[in-house]
């Protein structure tokens, strides 16, 4: 088989994880979103690579995490490396350069923010990125990216130039590729995980994912509150 998975991830931790959600959640509930939505991504990823062709760059400690035991058990088989560098995209670009050299490449990197994906889709990724033979770059609904396909680590270099979780990332990324002479094959448009109509929105497109469980019990919840309360 080639190519390899990178999930790149920040334990689950309350107040920590999916900060955004708090607000209609609570720190507890946006952790159990976010434990959710990393427990769907492991599962689809290991769906599409055997071990030996997986990567979890972490930000944080499981030990503290919610739902840990759960996550532990998911990334059995996996390697587990610690997210390096200062800024997000030197993070990413030092992930990158780990997984090519743990599993190979092409390397199909997605975060913990769109647990509806599901691992024939990320296969198929590779063989674009393969077939095209340079990367591959999706857009997120909000303007980022949700999942980048390299099939050099170098390719993940121009990302320590790019500001990250903007409206414009996604569009200053594929110029980044493009200005480095990597043009990206442009993915599928998909939708991440934010804010709370996100979190409604991908429940509704994946119904029977550990997420779409969670986003319906923090809805329960606040049905279920006194008038006045959330």
């Known amino acids: 088989m080639r190519g390899g998975v990178l999930v790149t991830a920040k334990a689950p931790v309350a107040g920590r994880a999916k900060t955004r959600l708090a607000g209609v959640a609570g720190p507890d509930g946006a952790a159990g979103l976010a434990a959710a939505a990393l427990l769907d991504t492991l599962e689809a990823a290991g769906t599409a690579f055997p071990e030996g062709r997986r990567v979890l760059a972490l930000d944080g400690d499981l030990g503290e995490a919610c739902r840990s035991e759960e996550i532990v058990a998911a990334i059995r088989g996996w390697a587990v490396v610690p ?9 990413l670009a ?11 490449g092409p390397v199909v990197q997605v975060g913990m923010d769109t647990p509806q994906v599901r691992g024939a889709e990320l296969r198929l990724l590779v063989d674009v990125a393969v077939r095209h033979g340079g990367p591959v770059l999706g857009p997120a609904l909000d303007g980022g990216w949700w999942v980048l396909v390299t099939t050099d680590p170098r390719q993940a270099a121009v990302l320590t130039g790019v500001p990250m979780s903007r409206p414009d990332t996604g569009r200053l990324t594929a110029a980044a590729l493009a200005a480095a002479g990597h043009p990206a094959v442009t993915a599928a448009t998909v939708r991440d995980v934010d804010l709370p109509e996100d979190a409604e929105a991908v429940a509704a497109l994946a119904p029977g994912s550990r997420f779409a469980a969670a986003w319906r019990a923090v809805v329960d919840a606040r049905s279920a509150a006194p008038s006045g309360r959330a």
């Open 83 to 91: 997210q390096a560098g200062g800024s997000f995209g030197e993070r």
């Open 94 to 104: 030092q992930a990158h350069r780990a997984a090519h050299r743990l599993v190979g």
